[in-house]
């Protein structure tokens, strides 16, 4: 089901990056591969520097070294009028939402569409209504301020901004934490649908296996700074590394040793 | 020499504040005259700042030019030259107490709330947020609080010159039994195109390094609540002193010839 074919062309392209928080290396040599219409998601306990990888790739974080490629085009060290064209490729979707307070949902979801493209504020309330609509929220909900909301309706109100525009290329950082089990199934099969029609190019981050089988085509696992396993979501249960293996099980024994004990 | 360290690293830090500072402006100042102008965030900025700080502006300056007549004469009396008040009163008001004042409540009030309005925003991604939406933060969050800032204060400024020279007015009509035409006419006659100018250009400046300071701590702010919390005070305090020390420059340069 992968549209990826060996030399087909990559959306992402990332090399050799490294970034580090003072003395901690988060990211230690990573390399990752996103085909043009593919589904990527990244998995990874946490803490081991998922969402500063996504921030990275957005220039929200600046590498200390490495390479990264979007539609073969170099992102790391690009001046503001470039980075400003790039990001118009993007759709992101926060960990924790990050909703603008100051404004009420609809205008949320119709940001990109107002301040990025210049639309008329009345069409682009329709068109944010509508994408409310898509993550299952009503109009009404559309006047609230986000302080309003609940943590999975801002959740929701997130992945409608991130998808308005219609980008390209789109990241959903846990999109499906704190839903309950029918809205996460209604948020995959929404983002399988923007991969299908949209013919975007996603990559997520989840630690819910039920939803990276849904929307991946292809599941790259993050461990001590590198992708350790990457391949097809068909063969997650027979990758024969034992790190994926003990992840995608959820043991507490096995290869990887989470720090709880204090000595 | 181990005494000669911290003084020298201190120094580099200062200098390296004052470099990151000045970029920070630059960048700014260019956001603002480079369009597109956000003009709904300007006006919204402008109510904000001019607006809700009427009733602490005019509070403040009513009281200043009351206290002003009142010390004056009691001052003056000792060498009978209680006539010279209402000159006193329009001078120190327009040149020194309308800006000064204004500008340090409007530092309390406006710095701190815009330091800690963009700090949350920092501190929930909601910056990085509208950078991935292709808005840049310094043309959307920046600058039109400086637009605003630079060109709200001289009109708060100008109201309370006003109103503090009716503070003034009030108690010598009222207190000390000046006559209301005479007292009226020496202050017209006293007050120069120059004093009041000093003034206004003074409140520019201020609101510019009120906005400049609320939006600098807010944006660099980290580390969550707290983080929002020193950046409110950093931002508040940064500005006070930046005022008076800019007050004296000010002043120099327009009477000191
Ligand atoms: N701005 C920052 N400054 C300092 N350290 C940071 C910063 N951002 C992230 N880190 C550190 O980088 C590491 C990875 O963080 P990241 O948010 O990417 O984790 P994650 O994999 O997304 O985890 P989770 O699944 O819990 O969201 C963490 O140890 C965190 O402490
Ligand atoms: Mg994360």
Same mark, same amino acid.
């Not at chain 2, 009142?70 to 001078?91: D, K, M």
């Given at each position: 089901m992968s549209p990826r074919t060996n030399g087909a062309a990559q959306k992402i392209q990332i090399r050799g990056l490294h970034k580090s928080f003072g003395p901690?290396?988060?990211?230690?040599?990573?390399?990752?591969?996103?085909?043009?219409?593919?589904?990527?998601?990244?998995?990874?306990?946490?803490?081991t520097g998922k969402s500063v990888l996504l921030k990275c790739i957005l220039g929200l974080l600046t590498p200390d070294s490495g390479s990264i490629k979007i539609d073969g085009e170099e992102v790391v060290g690009l001046g503001s009028r470039?980075?400003?064209?790039?990001?118009?490729?993007?759709?992101?979707?926060?960990?924790?939402?990050?909703?603008?307070?100051?404004?009420?949902?609809?205008?949320?979801?119709?940001?990109g569409l107002i301040q990025g493209e210049g639309m008329d504020r009345t069409d682009a309330k329709k068109v944010a209504i509508e994408k409310l609509a898509a993550v299952g929220m009503t109009a009404e909900v559309g006047e609230l301020s986000p302080a309003e909301l609940s943590g999975g309706m801002r959740k929701r109100v997130g992945l409608a901004r991130a998808i308005a525009t219609a980008p390209e290329i789109i990241f959903f950082d846990e999109p499906t934490t704190g839903l309950d089990?029918?809205?996460?199934?209604?948020?995959?099969?929404?983002?399988?649908?923007?991969?299908?029609?949209l013919g975007a190019t996603t990559l997520s981050i989840t630690h819910d296996m039920a939803s990276a089988r849904k929307i991946a085509h292809r599941v790259a696992m993050l461990y001590d700074g590198k992708i350790i396993w990457a391949g097809p979501v068909a063969n997650i249960d027979g990758s024969g590394n034992d790190y994926v293996d003990q992840f995608i099980h959820g043991r507490a024994e096995g290869p990887i040793q989470m720090q709880v004990r204090a000595d | 020499m181990p005494i000669l360290q911290p003084i020298g690293r201190t120094f580099l830090i200062f200098l390296a504040t004052a470099g990151r500072l000045s970029l920070f402006a630059a960048n700014g100042l260019s956001h603002s005259v480079r369009p597109p102008i956000y003009m709904r965030l300007i006006t919204r900025q402008m109510i904000d700042i001019g607006y809700y700080s009427l009733p602490v502006d005019g509070s403040t300056a009513i009281f200043t030019g009351m206290v002003l007549?009142?010390? !004056?004469?009691?001052?003056?009396?000792?060498?009978?030259?209680? !006539?010279? *008040?209402?000159?006193?009163?329009?001078?120190? *008001?327009t040149r020194e107490l309308g800006p000064v004042l204004a500008g340090l409540m409007v530092a309390g009030r406006v710095g701190a709330a815009m330091a800690a309005e963009i700090g949350t925003m920092r501190v929930t991604e909601q910056i990085d947020a509208l950078d991935t939406l292709a808005t840049n933060p310094f043309k959307y969050l920046v600058a039109p609080r400086l637009i605003a800032g630079i060109t709200t204060l001289p009109l708060l400024v100008f109201v309370a010159d006003i109103i503090g020279v009716f503070g003034g007015y009030v108690v010598s009509i009222y207190k000390l039994g000046f006559n209301p035409s005479i007292y009226l006419k020496n202050t017209i006659d006293f007050v120069e195109v120059e004093d009041v100018a000093s003034g206004l250009v003074k409140a520019a400046v201020f609101?510019?390094? *009120?906005?400049?300071?609320?939006?600098?701590?807010?944006?660099? !702010?980290?580390?969550?609540?707290?983080?929002?919390?020193?950046?409110?005070?950093?931002?508040?305090?940064?500005? !006070?002193? =930046?005022? =008076?020390?800019?007050?004296?420059? *000010?002043?120099e340069m327009f009477f000191a010839r």
């Open positions: 901690k290396v988060v990211l230690d040599g990573l390399d990752l591969d996103v085909a043009v219409g593919e589904s990527v998601v990244v998995i990874g306990g946490s803490g470039d980075r400003d064209r790039v990001l118009r490729k993007f759709g992101m979707l926060f960990q924790n939402a990050a909703l603008f307070d100051s404004l009420p949902v609809w205008e949320n979801v119709a940001f089990p029918i809205m996460g199934d209604v948020i995959n099969d929404l983002i399988v649908k923007c991969v299908q029609e | 007549a009142l010390q !004056s004469y009691t001052g003056f009396a000792r060498f009978a030259a209680e !006539s010279a *008040i209402p000159n006193v009163v329009v001078v120190s *008001i609101g510019f390094l *009120i906005t400049l300071m609320g939006c600098y701590h807010g944006y660099n !702010s980290k580390g969550g609540a707290q983080g929002v919390g020193a950046a409110t005070t950093n931002a508040v305090v940064s500005a !006070s002193i =930046l005022i =008076l020390c800019f007050n004296y420059f *000010i002043t």
